[in-house]
Structures are given as C-alpha cells and as structure tokens.
C-alpha cells in the first residue's frame, strides 16, 4: 500500500517534467524513501460537510384541484470528528527529494530542471 501511494505522488508530480528530470526525481526518491520512511499516525481532526436544510419557505403551484409545494433548501456547513492518517515524515522526506533531484539535475545538465542544452 505504501509503495502505491508512493508511486501515485511521484506520478503526480512528474506530469509535465521532461523525461530526464522524472529519471532523476525517481533516483532521488528511492534513496529518500529509504533514508525517510514513512511514519504513518492517525490523529483527529474535524471534518467538514455540507447538507440540504429547509429555509423555512416554500413555493406552491396548483394545478387544478392539487396545490403541489416544494421546500426551498439551502446549503449548510457542519462539521464531524474524523480520523485521518498523516505520513510525519512527508515533509521533510519532499525536501530532501527536492533538493537531491535540483543537485543532481545541476550537476548533470547544467540546470535545476534538467532540460538538455540546445
């Protein structure tokens, strides 16, 4: 599971990087997955929600001998105690997986985002 969500924010970040920068990002990010692992905890935190209440108001439309009346209804928002789970390590892990991917992209092409001189 881990290594999925893994491999799904890499992905997500490579969308419009060249092919050299997502070579390096993924050297990178190896490494660092090592050196920093995840350190998954569960905390709470209030989640927010929205429902359809009643205003209070209706509108009415009569047809013949039946008077149809709908409520109008307005968005509110509530809030419930909910558990998520948070990586502890995410971001510093990010920093290291930034800052190797810019060194080694400038040592390597001459710039941080690894585009190939023309």
Not at 51 to 61: F, I, L, M, Y
Not at 87 to 104: F, G, P
Request: aromatic share 6%; glycine share 4%.
């Amino acid at each position: 599971m881990k290594k999925f969500l893994f491999l799904c924010c890499v992905f997500a970040l490579m969308g419009c990087a060249t092919p050299e920068y997502q070579a390096t990002q993924a050297e990178c990010s190896s490494k660092w997955m090592r050196e920093i692992p995840p350190k998954n905890e569960q905390e709470m935190y209030n989640k927010t929600m929205k429902r359809k209440v009643p205003t209070g108001e209706s509108t009415c439309t009569a047809v013949g001998n039946t008077v149809n009346c709908v409520q109008k209804m307005r968005d509110e928002e509530y809030t419930v105690p909910a558990i998520r789970t948070v990586d502890r390590n995410k971001e510093s892990r990010d920093a290291q997986i930034r800052a190797c991917t810019q060194s080694n992209c400038l040592s390597k092409y001459g710039n941080v985002s690894c585009e190939k001189p023309k």
